[in-house]
């Protein structure tokens, strides 16, 4: 009599998605059924914004649609129960190994340790394969070995590899049967509206990408007034599509080779952090942790302001406006704000970073962190002196009808055309209760300039 294969288990984390997906394949193919389980920190699930749980808890029903109803989400209040629990359920299950995606920021690698740890004892395997990337941290690298910290060159490097990952597909008739009861997450917090997510929503987002701004990317995607944007980095946050997915499908025409430049940063961005885990909150570049920065209660207030989109700055504060609004901002504003917390309010970029890990729901642990480092002039391509961004030019040159403005900051909704981004030079500019400025950009320029100079006498 033939035995029935034996189902193997596996372990979803930031790869919510069953198409072009390497260890959930490899699963399938192992032989036997799938039985498909995640794994939820209930005290980071708290933490997080409206918007973040709700974004999360509808990839996760997303993904328990497209699996028939059999995922296991289990809940748990630190990563050392999780994997005890997961090597109870796999001993219990009978299975040898347990599947998942192998994951290269400092967080993922201490949960995937404990867990592998925990299944051993048991005489479990993990088995990880796959990454989040196109091409996964660590593989590109100088001809000596050592790792890029430049774009560009990395860039071009990178290229070569990418072009020959290619889109994974599950085996048609693969079986996915229920590990255990599921403890399905609810939010405990409001989203400012319905959120929509999941694997075909992805698939979705990117037909219409291509049909509305793929073609024109490379000219509209800094304008944050416009929709130039794919709208997919919170999929890619999520796994809900891979970047494999994306890159097939690019051609070699002006607005493909940008997007695919895009792709090509985040990347970059989790390599450096895989070469440098400390980098989520400390100095890639350490000399900038010796530069002066405000602190105290007028820093706190400013900080406070900035925060809530009340700096009297109007392209500053339509972006953090949009980020409490949506959980999302325009790339090109993330880079405004940013300089202009860094560089105007002369606060450490840490403290930025920390909101946007709060409140976005495309976080994503590299690109948060040396993003914020880039705009600070202390990371990767670092040139400090010409990251002190204007952002009143800035407003008139990514917004230049002042449509972007007037439609998060409702106070200045009186004021037509590109003179919302001064309107302290009008009569009547103000009347709608719009704050003053905070600070004066070009007092506040001279002085970042300044302490940079410091920096570099002292380390002459």
Same mark, same amino acid.
């Given at each position: 009599?033939?035995?029935?294969?034996?189902?193997?288990?596996?372990?979803?984390?930031?790869?919510?998605?069953?198409?072009?997906?390497?260890?959930?394949?490899?699963?399938?193919?192992?032989?036997?059924?799938?039985?498909?389980?995640?794994?939820?920190?209930?005290?980071?699930?708290?933490?997080?914004?409206?918007?973040?749980?709700?974004?999360?808890?509808?990839?996760?029903?997303?993904?328990?649609?497209?699996?028939?109803?059999?995922?296991?989400?289990?809940?748990?209040?630190?990563?050392?129960?999780?994997?005890?629990?997961?090597?109870?359920?796999?001993?219990?299950?009978?299975?040898?190994?347990?599947?998942?995606?192998?994951?290269?920021?400092?967080?993922?690698?201490?949960?995937?340790?404990?867990?592998?740890?925990?299944?051993?004892?048991?005489?479990? *395997?993990?088995?990880?394969?796959?990454?989040?990337?196109?091409?996964?941290?660590?593989?590109?690298?100088?001809?000596?070995?050592?790792?890029? /910290?430049?774009?560009?060159?990395?860039?071009?490097?990178?290229?070569?590899?990418?072009?020959?990952?290619?889109?994974?597909?599950?085996?048609?008739?693969?079986? *996915?049967?229920?590990?255990?009861?599921?403890?399905?997450?609810?939010?405990?917090?409001?989203?400012?509206?319905?959120?929509?997510?999941?694997?075909?929503?992805?698939?979705?987002?990117?037909?219409?990408?291509?049909?509305?701004?793929?073609?024109?990317?490379?000219?509209?995607?800094?304008?944050?007034?416009?929709?130039?944007?794919?709208?997919?980095?919170?999929?890619?946050?999520?796994?809900?599509?891979?970047?494999?997915?994306?890159?097939?499908?690019?051609?070699?025409?002006?607005?493909?080779?940008?997007?695919?430049?895009?792709?090509?940063?985040?990347?970059?961005?989790?390599?450096?952090?895989?070469?440098?885990?400390?980098?989520?909150?400390?100095?890639?570049?350490?000399?900038?942790?010796?530069?002066?920065?405000?602190?105290?209660?007028?820093?706190?207030?400013?900080?406070?302001?900035?925060?809530?989109?009340?700096?009297?700055?109007?392209?500053?504060?339509?972006?953090?406006?949009?980020?409490?609004?949506?959980?999302?901002?325009?790339? /090109?504003?993330?880079?405004?704000?940013?300089?202009?917390?860094?560089?105007?309010?002369?606060?450490?970029?840490?403290?930025?970073?920390?909101?946007?890990?709060?409140?976005?729901?495309?976080?994503?642990?590299?690109?948060?962190?040396?993003?914020?480092?880039?705009?600070?002039?202390?990371?990767?391509?670092?040139?400090?002196?010409?990251?002190?961004?204007?952002?009143?030019?800035?407003?008139?040159?990514?917004?230049?009808?002042?449509?972007?403005?007037? /439609?998060?900051?409702?106070?200045?909704?009186?004021?037509?055309?590109?003179?919302?981004?001064?309107?302290?030079?009008?009569?009547?500019?103000?009347?709608?209760?719009?704050?003053?400025?905070?600070?004066?950009?070009?007092?506040?320029?001279?002085?970042?300039?300044?302490?940079?100079?410091?920096?570099?006498?002292?380390?002459?």
């Amino acid at each position: 009599r033939r035995t029935r294969p034996m189902s193997a288990i596996f372990w979803f984390r930031r790869d919510l998605r069953l198409q072009d997906n390497e260890a959930l394949t490899k699963a399938a193919l192992s032989g036997g059924s799938v039985r498909a389980v995640y794994l939820l920190d209930s005290s980071h699930f708290e933490a997080l914004e409206g918007i973040r749980q709700h974004s999360l808890v509808e990839s996760l029903i997303a993904l328990n649609s497209s699996l028939n109803g059999t995922l296991t989400t289990l809940t748990h209040e630190s990563w050392s129960a999780a994997a005890q629990r997961l090597a109870l359920l796999a001993a219990e299950a009978g299975v040898s190994r347990v599947f998942a995606t192998r994951a290269f920021d400092p967080q993922g690698v201490a949960e995937q340790n404990a867990v592998g740890l925990a299944l051993k004892a048991v005489g479990v *395997f993990l088995d990880l394969s796959g990454s989040n990337y196109a091409v996964a941290p660590g593989v590109v690298a100088k001809p000596d070995g050592s790792p890029y /910290r430049v774009y560009t060159p990395f860039f071009k490097a990178w290229c070569e590899p990418s072009a020959y990952a290619r889109p994974i597909a599950l085996p048609v008739g693969t079986r *996915f049967e229920r590990l255990a009861p599921s403890e399905v997450p609810q939010p405990s917090k409001p989203a400012p509206f319905r959120v929509v997510a999941g694997e075909a929503f992805a698939l979705r987002t990117f037909e219409r990408f291509k049909a509305r701004a793929l073609s024109g990317y490379h000219e509209l995607r800094d304008r944050a007034d416009l929709s130039g944007t794919s709208h997919l980095s919170h999929a890619l946050a999520f796994g809900e599509i891979h970047p494999r997915t994306l890159l097939a499908q690019l051609g070699d025409s002006d607005g493909h080779n940008v997007f695919r430049k895009e792709i090509a940063w985040r990347e970059f961005y989790a390599d450096v952090l895989w070469h440098n885990p400390t980098t989520t909150t400390e100095y890639y570049d350490p000399k900038y942790s010796r530069m002066r920065y405000d602190t105290g209660s007028v820093a706190d207030e400013r900080l406070a302001a900035w925060q809530r989109g009340r700096t009297g700055f109007p392209m500053v504060d339509a972006g953090m406006r949009q980020l409490l609004a949506t959980g999302w901002m325009h790339n /090109r504003v993330r880079m405004i704000v940013a300089s202009f917390l860094v560089k105007d309010l002369h606060i450490e970029w840490q403290h930025g970073a920390a909101w946007f890990e709060r409140h976005l729901s495309d976080f994503d642990p590299a690109s948060n962190a040396h993003g914020w480092q880039w705009t600070a002039g202390c990371g990767t391509d670092a040139s400090p002196y010409f990251r002190v961004f204007n952002p009143i030019t800035q407003g008139l040159k990514f917004d230049p009808s002042g449509d972007y403005v007037r /439609r998060f900051v409702p106070e200045l909704g009186h004021i037509e055309g590109a003179a919302v981004h001064e309107p302290w030079l009008l009569l009547n500019g103000m009347s709608g209760g719009y704050v003053e400025p905070i600070v004066d950009h070009a007092t506040e320029r001279g002085e970042a300039l300044a302490r940079l100079a410091e920096l570099k006498d002292a380390s002459a």
